[in-house]
């Protein structure tokens, strides 16, 4: 194939503006999650971390029992995250102030309006249900882990010492019982409602009807409102969410936004790319196909042209020689018919 | 041939091999820099030009000033050593102590009168300071810095723990007393035109009300103010070998040394013609006089100044009513657009009435049961009538003259019924039984009588708070309301479980469900009120054998 460099570039450039005309279409909007999904709202002042949570959570998912007991409070001294047997775990953290009262803090999925798991995952193992619950399903699942990477709450686990069927484990926001209209695990087990249940946008409203009525109890920023486009678990705390361990560098913006650009060229890509170089290798070897038309058909043209000449030369030749043979014979007719006169004078 | 090629190979793999373990090396080599033990001081001075002469091209000096005092004081040197006399200005001259006789003083700056520029005052400092280092080193004593990153340090070796001192009324009462009640020790005023200091008497207030944090025309700073004239009236004192106050930083600003400052108990009242009971006036400087609306407030003022330390906690820009800055109808500029209304009313701030009396109850016998209540301007109405009385039957008018109004506010403050105690025992349940709790827990039993005795001496106890709470709370049902609440005073209150039920009530996103309450409310309590106890469930509620 024979493709010039100048004709290498004009396509590249045609490809370039068609895969930026795309990306231009989509356009950033803003999800404020489904209607009615429900939210947790959690107060962390009002968490006494007495693990009851994590007894509920491990009880309604039916996870294996713990090493340690629930019941054993001094798990707290040391900061846990969420495993591939525990859903949620309570992290004591102590007050900056000079009494370093603790403060109990609780982990789970943040179950994100638009969340980043979801977006990295390329077999759409995850949903976002309407009632609010980011859920996962084991069945098409690759295991390639991306949606551990995308998390910026670090939150989904991985079934390392499962050898054949290793499953994502997260959070299900007790999506089977919410739908059943029962609480979630831990939000029933919650002896202090510092787990509130409710709408979103209910739960909103609570939370603010808090900070307006107690100013000196909170801290005036509802976590989750609107880190990384909001999620369907929400916060107040006494203290400064950088104290808990909780991310405030976030942004408001939905992970899936700050990829969906570059991510919707790919099938852009992938289904055009096979036509383009379908077509401009169409294109090269319809060129070489005149190109050599081209050639065969001077070559023929030379040939018979060659033929004819030749014929004609040929002919030519043999007219002459006719002719010639014609002369000859007249000649000779002639000379035999002189000397035949001749001879009958001199008779 | 051969062998060279080979001899080239090693020397190659030699060279390599050197090259990482240098690589290696530099990068085990990093280590953090060492975390320096931070002394905390409170008599840190920074040496800083840069506030005058612009940043310099080293770090500021960070100067122990007591240090050098101690070290001043062991050779018997005094504070001439480093600081100049300067003779007194033209308008301070006759006005106030120190030694108002003395042309001179102390000035307080190092080894000079005037900061005259970089390099001379650059000059005075390394001068003297090495100078004086040196001296000690050649004597063989123990010496301070010599060379410049000794005293030029980058972070710091010292971290100031200097507090803001201030002299409250028990204070103010030693004094006047050491001065024997000559307030013109202290006390000044300006003469603008005579470009003078004077004492004008009964016009005594807080230095701070013209002293600012920082110089003006007319008036120096108030920390420039404070150590010229309280630090060189107790270094004269000293001088003369008189008890005196402290000469040295921390003497004043160091917290641990605050503390040790003598207490007078019980404190006699400061004499400064201010009314024992009065109204809160309401009508700004320029404001006419009308019915007034609201009914006026009858306020203690004796009884109020013994419930803060200093006079300016209230009276914050100047020893004059309210009024004369907060009016009720314009903002005025000289109150820096602060209404009357904010001004008594303002929640959070220790200048207001409701902002004061809030603050005071966060006292841990207070705060069980008004942690709960949500902060602000109460909505009803009969708490305003708590302050804004109802004029007595018998008075027939608003009196005309300022002694009038006196007696009516004295006879107003009288007729107040304080409340002190509950219900009689009898009538309170003695043990409340809580058995909502799931399935994992026996029944709670609540001592509630005990819990409301507890309470009610708290309430009644020999702490200004419950002088408060005597004239603050309604009713014998009021100290009920702190876990009875949104609902009226009475004696047979309603039950928890009559209100609260299943959580997460869309009606009342507020209320919470009854276990939530309850737990919420006990260890609310606890938590404010500092009890320690309970630790564990099973305290409250005994774990249920299965």
């Given amino acids: 194939m024979s493709l010039s460099r100048r004709g290498f570039l004009a396509w590249m450039g045609a490809a370039g503006i068609t895969a930026l005309g795309s990306q231009a279409g989509a356009t950033p909007r803003h999800f404020k999650g489904y209607p009615q999904s429900l939210c947790v709202l959690h107060d962390i002042t009002l968490c006494i971390g007495c693990r009851s949570c994590e007894t509920g959570c491990n009880k309604v998912n039916e996870l294996p029992p713990p090493a340690v007991p629930f019941s054993d409070l001094s798990v707290l001294d040391k900061k846990r995250r969420t495993t591939a047997k525990t859903y949620t775990v309570v992290n004591k953290y102590l007050d900056s102030g000079q009494e370093k009262k603790p403060i109990f803090f609780k982990t789970q999925c943040n179950h994100c309006l638009e969340p980043a798991c979801a977006s990295a995952c390329f077999v759409r193992a995850f949903t976002k249900t309407k009632e609010g619950s980011v859920t996962y399903d084991a069945s098409v699942c690759v295991g390639c882990r991306y949606c551990m990477i995308a998390c910026p709450f670090e939150i989904p686990t991985y079934e390392y010492d499962e050898p054949l069927t290793p499953r994502i484990m997260k959070c299900t926001f007790c999506h089977p019982r919410v739908t059943k209209g029962l609480l979630p695990g831990c939000v029933e087990a919650c002896p202090t409602e510092a787990l509130s249940f409710g709408k979103r946008e209910d739960m909103l409203k609570l939370a603010r009807e808090r900070i307006n009525k107690y100013p000196g109890r909170y801290v005036d920023h509802i976590y989750g409102e609107h880190e990384m486009g909001g999620t369907n678990w929400l916060y107040l705390s006494g203290v400064p969410f950088r104290n808990l361990g909780m991310r405030e560098d976030l942004g408001t913006t939905p992970a899936p936004e700050l990829t969906s650009g570059a991510l919707a060229t790919v099938p852009m890509v992938a289904a055009l790319w096979p036509v383009l170089l379908t077509g401009i290798y169409a294109l090269s070897k319809r060129k070489e196909k005149l190109l050599s038309g081209d050639k065969q058909n001077a070559l023929a043209q030379a040939l018979a042209e060659a033929n004819a000449k030749s014929q004609a030369a040929l002919t030519a030749a043999m007219e002459k020689a006719k002719r010639e043979k014609e002369e000859a014979v007249q000649k000779a007719v002639k000379t035999a018919l002189e000397q035949s006169a001749k001879k009958t004078q001199e008779q | ?546």
């Fill in chain 2, 1 to 546: 041939m051969e062998e060279v090629k080979s001899t080239l190979r090693w020397t190659a793999m030699l060279c390599t091999a050197v090259g990482l373990v240098i690589f290696a090396l530099s990068a085990e080599g990093y280590k953090a820099p060492e975390q320096k033990a931070e002394k905390d001081r409170a008599d840190i001075i920074l040496i800083d030009t840069s506030p005058v002469f612009g940043r310099g091209d080293k770090p500021p000096v960070a100067f122990p000033h007591d240090r050098h005092t101690e070290i001043m004081a062991e050779q018997k040197k005094d504070c001439f050593l480093c600081h100049l006399k300067e003779s007194k200005p033209q308008a301070v001259s006759a006005g106030p102590a120190p030694q108002p006789e003395s042309t001179e003083r102390m000035s307080l700056k190092f080894k000079r009168l005037k900061d005259t520029n970089l390099k001379e005052v650059r000059k005075i400092y390394h001068d003297n300071c090495i100078g004086c280092h040196m001296s000690m080193a050649e004597k063989g004593q123990e010496f301070g810095p010599i060379i410049c990153g000794e005293c030029h340090k980058e972070g710091a070796e010292y971290r100031s723990a200097r507090k803001p001192s201030g002299m409250d009324n028990s204070l103010h009462f030693r004094h006047t007393k050491a001065a024997q009640n000559k307030c013109e020790t202290c006390h000044h005023a300006y003469d603008d035109k005579a470009k003078k200091l004077f004492y004008a008497k009964g016009q005594e207030g807080t230095c701070r009300y013209c002293h600012q944090m920082k110089t003006e025309e007319n008036r120096i700073s108030m920390p420039l103010a404070s150590h010229m004239s309280c630090v060189e009236c107790h270094r004269l004192g000293k001088e003369k070998k008189l008890e005196a106050g402290p000469v040295t930083c921390s003497g004043c600003h160091d917290s641990k040394e605050q503390m040790k400052i003598k207490k007078i108990e019980p404190l006699p009242r400061m004499e400064r013609q201010q009314p024992d009971t009065v109204f809160v006036k309401t009508l700004g400087k320029d404001e006419k006089a009308e019915t007034p609306r609201m009914n006026p407030v009858p306020f203690d003022h004796k009884s109020h100044e013994g419930y803060n330390d200093t006079c300016r906690v209230c009276h914050h820009a100047s020893l004059s009513a309210c009024n004369s800055c907060h009016a009720l109808g314009k903002p005025l500029k000289d109150g820096n657009f602060v209404k009357l209304d904010r001004a008594m009313h303002q929640a959070g701030s220790q200048t207001s009435c409701i902002g004061c009396h809030q603050l005071k109850q966060q006292a841990k016998e207070c705060a069980g049961c008004h942690v709960f209540m949500p902060k602000g301007l109460m909505e009803q109405s009969d708490s305003c009538l708590k302050c804004h009385m109802k004029p007595l039957p018998d008075s027939a008018a608003f009196p005309k003259t300022a002694e009038g109004e006196k007696e009516l506010a004295k006879k107003l403050l009288q007729s107040r019924q304080p409340v002190k105690g509950t219900y009689p025992q009898g009538d309170i349940p003695e043990n409340v039984i809580m058995k909502d709790y799931a399935d994992q827990y026996e029944p709670a039993e609540f001592p509630h009588r005990k819990v409301v005795s507890s309470l009610v001496e708290k309430m009644n106890g020999a702490k200004k708070t419950s002088q408060l709470a005597a004239y603050f709370h309604n009713d014998l049902g009021t100290v009920c309301q702190g876990c009875h609440h949104y609902s009226p005073e009475s004696q047979k209150p309603p039950k928890c479980a009559n209100c609260h039920g299943r959580p997460f009530d869309e009606g009342n996103l507020m209320k919470p469900g009854i276990i939530g309450a309850y737990h919420q409310q006990c260890m609310g309590c606890h938590a404010a009120m500092e009890i320690k106890k309970p630790k564990e469930c099973v305290e409250c509620h005994k774990e249920k054998k299965k």
